[in-house]
């Protein structure tokens, strides 16, 4: 198990990149999120008549939370950094353009823009099709309506028998 980060841990990480980086972020609120799932991290901030307020960073509870080498969770947070430093400095929203990734550089860390590998894949529910003869799987669909329609026009390759379903977590 890695190190555990606490919200303080994440905020001196910011303020000291802030510092070698020559635009301060400690006014800016650290948020922690166990409800994120599809995101490591994020650099949230209104857009509004042409200005780029910073409202806060947030980051998955998971990151934080010692699963992670210290490495991967330290780019992700400076990835965030990258973020607040491309848009306010510009107040532009750069997303992951050129000039986003070429902060990243400056800042030392990697240029590509997700952290995809981080994400634990999430099951999520569903139907399972089965053969009413062997019980052998046919195929899964996530919504009823596209079940209900194999139902009715298709029978199983296997058995040629008539298809069935149940619910399933895949």
Same mark, same amino acid.
């Given at each position: 198990m890695g190190k555990i980060w606490t919200q303080e841990d994440v905020r001196q990480l910011l303020v000291d990149t802030g510092k070698r980086a020559g635009l301060?972020?400690?006014?800016?609120?650290?948020e922690i999120s166990s409800k994120m799932e599809k995101t490591m991290g994020s650099f949230l901030f209104r857009e509004k008549s042409g200005m780029i307020t910073p409202h806060a960073f947030r980051f998955a509870e998971v990151l934080l939370s010692g699963i992670y080498a210290e490495s991967v969770v330290r780019n992700v947070i400076i990835h965030e950094y990258a973020h607040f430093y491309a848009n306010v400095r510009d107040q532009e929203n750069h997303m992951h353009d050129e000039v986003f990734k070429s902060t990243c550089v400056m800042l030392g860390i990697p240029d590509h823009t997700y952290f995809k590998e981080l994400i634990p894949p999430v099951k999520k529910k569903g139907y399972i099709l089965v053969c009413s003869q062997c019980?052998?799987?046919?195929? *899964?669909? !996530?919504?009823?309506? &596209?079940?209900?329609?194999?139902?009715?026009?298709? *029978?199983? !390759?296997?058995?040629? &028998?008539k298809i069935g379903y149940r619910e399933g977590v895949y």
């Open positions: 301060d972020c400690s006014h800016v609120p650290v019980g052998g799987k046919v195929a *899964v669909r !996530r919504k009823i309506d &596209a079940v209900e329609k194999i139902l009715r026009m298709k *029978v199983s !390759r296997c058995c040629h &028998a």
